[in-house]
């Protein structure tokens, strides 16, 4: 983190300077100290851009590289709450003062919406209010926002090895976005979201109350599983079920190229992925690697898959329902349910579980992603097709998810969240680079931007759907400061699908003065 806070520091210093003369700071900053408790003094959480702290605590939270630029517009101040009073500081204040909040648990938006914003704003940031309290007796969890998925998954394992927790791959997603925006992982299909398993949250309102599921009432207490919290409120904590695992449970990863017949085992993995037991998942990842002969490409697809049994189980199930994958007992390893947290993220087996710990340290790289979902069975020569193109845009990646199981027994209007019964495969596409400048980001953009075009006829139409937690501003935006409905719609409809028009309804009644918003929020009216 040093590194790269230093590399950009300098480039920031100039632009965060600038920015600190806007009067409406002033009256915020007054503002602050009277909305909140003395007993929790705010000015600890305060950050302006004179604070020498200023952009390590700016930078620290971003994930994403793109947004970390000379260019990019940087907040006013960031308040780290370190209290929930602070957090009702923030929004009364914001709001009384005409400032922008955006709000930021873990900053791994894929377009920096929870720290940019083309007008003036200050960051409410949340990873300070980070406690996990596990009941097992009741076989629940209170978890602040700011947690990360890797500290609730210790924590869950601290305290039983047969409990879980169903969310995302990365250890170092904030509960705050990952939760509101659906969450998935690898215990989707026999567990469903993250959102599926949340049983009660405390947000802080536009007026700056602090409700829970009763006082919110069951519609914003929807909306927010999977509607973006960011539209409706901050999300303080939830209350979410751990579920059972078995103690041991079987993780492989088995690669194959084309010249080891990947294309005919990706059309099976196509037609049983879904189909198989709940307790498999097997995502499909392909992407470009260097052929048998040199100077050649090829097309590698791993197959990484998470049993909850144990191998001799899943051998023989496999042997019966997918042998073109043939895998060996040699390709599984058991291990408990918290050691394949970390085997799913690609570190090396044997690695300390303490790793989950960490927290985030800054923008590494640069990214775009996007995503689809599947609904039909796409046929082999489309899959040759895909692979030449995928050749043609390396280094892209996709990763293709399987849904079916517990996700299609759940009505799709349960939650926000509409992909369910019906669909096959989750897909995402995604981009990494290293090179600085604007011709190496169009470039890299452009590239995935094709592959997307291209996969058009493979994927779901009318709308063409997209996984809000896969945030993408190719599929539409409204300005920073204004929500337009027929703007909104065109995120909205990929997004939420029917679901948009009941988030419109529970915008409009709890925020109809659209205080919380960002490019890709929920407006407040039909119109
Ligand atoms: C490396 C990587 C791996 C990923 N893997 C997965 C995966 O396996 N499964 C999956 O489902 N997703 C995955 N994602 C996507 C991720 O879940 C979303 O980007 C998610 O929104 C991140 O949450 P955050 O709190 O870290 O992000 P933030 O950038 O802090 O927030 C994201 C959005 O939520 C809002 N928000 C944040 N906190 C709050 C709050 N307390 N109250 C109200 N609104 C809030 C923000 O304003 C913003 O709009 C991955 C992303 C990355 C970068």
Redesign the pocket.
């Known amino acids: 983190m040093t590194v790269i806070l230093s590399v950009f520091s300098a480039l920031l210093l100039s632009v965060s300077l600038a920015a600190n003369s806007d009067p409406s700071l002033d009256n915020f900053l007054q503002c602050l100290p009277n909305n909140s408790l003395p007993s929790y003094p705010i000015s600890e959480a305060i950050y302006t851009t004179d604070n020498p702290s200023f952009e390590s605590v700016l930078l620290t939270y971003i ?1 994403n590289r793109r947004f970390l630029t000379p260019t990019t517009p940087k907040p006013l101040a960031i308040v780290t709450a370190l209290h929930e009073s602070h957090v009702q500081a923030t929004v009364v204040c914001a709001k009384s003062h005409g400032l922008q909040v ?9 377009e920096g ?2 720290y940019v914003s083309e007008v003036p704003f200050v960051i409410l940031d ?1 990873f300070n209010l980070r406690s996990i309290d596990i009941d097992l007796a009741s076989e629940t969890a209170w978890v602040q ?1 700011g947690a990360t998925l890797g500290e609730i998954y210790y924590n869950i394992a601290n305290k039983s090895n047969v409990h879980a927790f169903p969310a ?3 250890p170092t ?2 509960a ?3 939760i ?6 690898t215990l989707m299909r026999k567990y469903g979201l993250s959102v599926d398993n949340v049983i009660d949250a405390k947000v802080v309102d536009v007026k700056g109350n602090i409700l829970d599921r009763q006082t919110m009432g069951e519609d914003l207490f929807w909306a927010i599983r999977g509607g ?3 539209s409706f ?3 303080l904590s939830w209350k979410i079920n751990l579920v059972r695992v078995p103690a041991k449970v079987t993780v492989f990863k088995v690669d194959r190229t084309l010249e080891e017949g990947a294309t005919d085992i990706f059309y099976q993995w196509q037609q049983v992925s879904t189909e198989l037991d709940k307790e498999l998942f097997i995502r499909a990842m392909p992407q470009v690697a260097n052929g048998s002969v040199e100077g050649t490409k090829t097309i590698r697809i791993s197959f990484y898959g998470l049993f909850l049994g144990q191998s001799g189980t899943l051998i023989s199930m496999m042997n019966k329902r997918f042998p073109e994958l043939g895998l060996q007992q040699s390709d599984c390893i058991e291990m408990r349910w918290i050691e394949s947290t970390l085997f799913w993220f690609d570190l090396p087996n044997g690695t300390s579980i303490d790793v989950l710990l960490n927290r985030p340290r800054g923008a590494q790289s640069f990214y775009k992603n996007k995503s689809d979902y599947v609904n039909h069975i796409v046929p082999k020569e489309a899959l040759e097709r895909i692979w030449k193109m995928m050749i043609k845009a390396e280094p892209m990646w996709m990763q293709w998810n399987p849904i079916g199981g517990r996700m299609s027994e759940i009505p799709d209007t349960a939650t926000p969240f509409p992909h369910r019964a019906g669909y096959l495969f989750k897909l995402q596409y995604s981009i990494n680079w290293r090179e600085e400048g604007t011709e190496a980001t169009d470039r890299y953009i452009s590239l995935i931007r094709e592959m997307h075009d291209a996969m058009a006829p493979y994927v779901t139409k009318f709308p063409r759907e997209a996984f809000q ?3 993408d501003l190719d599929i539409g935006s409204s300005p920073s400061n204004q929500t337009n409905f027929e703007e909104a719609k065109e995120y909205g409809l990929k997004y939420f699908k029917g679901n948009f028009l009941r988030l419109v309804k529970v915008k409009g009644m709890v925020d109809p003065d659209n205080f919380f918003k ?1 490019e890709q929020s929920i407006p407040p009216r039909w119109m």
Do not use: F, Q, T
């Not at 955006?102 to 894929?110: A, L, M």
């Not at 509101?180 to 992982?185: E, I, M, V």
């Open positions: 994930n955006r709000i930021r648990s873990g900053g791994h938006d894929y919406l929870s949340m926002a995302g791959v990365c997603i904030g705050g976005g990952h509101s925006g659906g969450g998935y992982g973006g919290g960011a409120g901050v999300i937690n896969y945030r960002h």
